[in-house]
């Protein structure tokens, strides 16, 4: 029994670390934030030459054939930076739903070149598991997908995107597709790229080499886990910037990390947090490991870092007083980021309502996938 | 990560629920005869599921330290809703605490029978004018030829009335600076000059008493360590218990409890855990306790290593406690106006257990260290914040 990270993934953590350090400063985030850039591509040129665009893949497609612990140590490090970068739609769901569902003509076509960074997907999964909104879905018919998918993941300049149909079940559709469009949304994160896209009549290639429902299952599974890690970054960020302050700014000829008033609420934040990294560790490895309770983990791990991340993102900007709540600071990145991650894919009440069907208690609850 | 505990475990795992099975007969239940416990728990330590490491020559099973093993244990009790060896303060904190700082002779001498049950033990530690600041305790022990003349008195000593020996925090050297100057002292409860006054708390029962000692006289070989060092030798056993407290698996149990509660109570003819509020803080807390769970199993893996738990291990006593006490919480609101029956009603649930460990809970927050203390810890020793500025020493 080990509970804890080997050499090799605390290598690799710190080796994604130093490279987002030099390249998703919080200058280059602020730029991303602020231009109209779809993909930042030098953040994601310079991870994709750590193999991290192909953390997922198997060596003979060219990736690193690691697991989604590995792929949540990453995020988290993105998280622990703000960075924008296609790696949750490219590295992670695309190529879980093309090992899960793809044949292996659809897998050799698409892997490399996602593998090798040269490729971004976008996923558009959110009907099927955060709920359809305002008459959101997607009907499949003879090899063509009609109707609209919103909060699309990675939307921007995508090459191509996993689809899922009202059915649950998973399409494929290349990025110049006829009848294709892409509409950007405007989110309080400006750090991601979201986007609304509608098919007319456009030609997809079903994912239908598994069980579909089984897939989306998948999906969902190391989506939630990935947001989880993707907060538990960005929150552990947060803590280490407000007690830095609270170690450096006086107020009554005292730092303001001496009173307990202040200190009990960095206390706070630390208490909440750190029993998360497990949680996430533990759900990202179950991803792979599939003990039975690994959906309700994946559940957990998305739901709970929600709770804690608002908590913390709150606390922490109360830490930093006045100066918290300034663009200046830029706390506010990761005040969002997590905001973000919290609603995308189901908000915690809904999420919560999917472990306690999958576990078969109470009344079952529609949003929730049997796998 | 490797969550697998390999072969040897499982057989190891085997054993203990083969064991558990075959046993469940002799289990004691709640209010069983000290005889029938006492014979339990001989048995548990004769099969390794209880004082597991603890050398035989001290009437321990003698195994050598696994921390995988003694997790194992604890697991297959808790999954079989089994009865655990005896858990008073002489086997969790002295006996670690004279394995630590203790002599041949006193090891020798105290640890086999309490063990075996025949020795209950209380603590002497707080006093009324020291909670949180222990180290500020009043109670004086005056040497005489070859005795300690002891005065004073203690506060919140659980199983007092029936205890045997206590173990006690005493002032020696009343001129030393506040922490140089105690002495870890253990004597028999029959000792003339100690008076046990019953303190009923908010429960209805007294969980706790106060001691009072007036010329109370014990030979100054009672010492456990140093004269003047019982500081530390405190601090051995503090750290034995901020272990104990906020462990996640008794929680798990309390939620399993809930589950089942939630699933067979009904109002106006619904389950409870059809109502999607109670069931949304059922998941709230199955998430929060989740979390302790595996981070538990992460200072495991450190333990092994013999790595420091660092903030892992900080937050436990503050986090599960809380965790505990909001599960009760749960319970009880689940159980409407049936969660606010006590003592002997009719309708009664679970012997009212939910509100008697709502209450009492509260009591594990603030003792062992409050939550504020925690907090304390936590931002100081965890997050290197400055410590609160000294006053001057009283």
Known sequence: MDFSLDGEQRALQASVSGTLDRTASLERVRAFAESGEAVARDIWRALADLGAAGVLTPEAHGGLGLGLLEAALIAEALGAHAAPSPFLGSAVLAPIALLAAGSSAQQASWLPGLAAGELVAAVAISEGIGGARDGAGVSASGGRLSGRALFVIDALEADLIIVADREGRLHLVRGEAPGLTTTPLTTIDLTRRLGDISVNDTPAEPLEAGDARAALARLRDGAWTMLAADMLGASATMIDKAVAYAKERKQFGRLIGSFQAVKHLCAEMAAELEPCRALVWYSAYAFDAAPPEAAVIAAHAKAHLSEVSRFVARTATEVHGGVGITDLLGLHFWFKRVGLDRQLLGGPERVRTVAATLQGLGLPSPASIEA | ?394
């Open chain 2, 1 to 394: 990560m490797n969550l697998a505990y390999g072969p040897e475990y499982e057989a190891f795992r085997q054993e203990v629920r083969a064991f558990l099975e075959e046993s469940r007969g002799r289990w004691p239940a709640p209010g069983a005869s000290r005889g029938e416990i006492i014979a339990w728990q001989k048995l548990l330590i004769e099969r390794g599921y209880a004082a597991r490491t603890i050398p035989a020559a001290y009437g321990g099973h003698g195994a050598a330290p696994d921390v995988l093993k003694s997790r194992i244990v604890a697991e297959a009790f808790t999954q079989a809703r089994a009865p655990g060896g005896l858990s008073g303060q002489g086997i969790s904190m002295l006996v670690p605490t004279l394995l630590e700082a203790g002599s041949e002779e006193q090891r020798a001498r105290w640890i086999a029978p309490t063990l075996a049950g025949e020795i209950i033990w209380c603590q002497g530690y707080s006093e009324p004018g020291a909670g949180s600041d222990l180290a500020a305790i009043g109670t004086r022990a005056v040497e005489d030829g070859d005795d300690f003349v002891i005065n004073g008195q203690k506060i919140w000593t659980s199983t007092a009335a029936q205890a045997d020996m206590i173990f006690c925090l005493v002032r020696t050297e009343p001129m030393a600076p506040k922490h140089a100057g105690i002495s870890y002292l253990v004597f028999s409860m029959k000792t003339p000059g100690i008076e046990v006054r019953p303190l009923k708390t908010m429960t209805g029962h007294a969980e706790f008493n106060e001691l009072f000692f007036t010329d109370v006289r014990v030979p100054q070989s009672s010492i456990v360590g140093a004269r003047g060092a019982g500081w530390a030798v405190a601090n051995t056993t503090l750290k034995h218990e901020r272990g104990m407290l906020g462990d996640p698996n008794s929680a798990e149990a309390r939620l399993a409890a809930i589950i089942e509660l939630m699933g067979e109570e009904c109002v106006d003819g619904e389950r409870l855990i059809d109502n999607p509020l109670l069931r949304d803080r059922l998941m709230q807390l199955q998430g929060r306790l989740l979390a302790m769970k595996f981070n538990a199993l992460r200072l495991v893996s450190a333990q092994l290593a013999g790595e420091s738990g660092g903030l892992a291990a900080l937050v436990v006593k503050l986090q599960g406690c809380e965790v505990n006490h909001q599960l009760a919480a749960l319970a009880i609101d689940a159980l409407g106006e049936i969660g606010v029956l006590y003592g002997q009603s009719p309708r009664l649930r679970a012997g009212g257990a939910w509100q008697q460990r709502y209450m009492f809970d509260l009591g594990l927050i603030i003792g062992g260290g409050t939550a504020q203390i925690q907090k304390n810890i936590i931002a100081e020793r965890g997050l290197g914040l400055p410590r609160e500025p000294k006053p001057a020493e009283a």
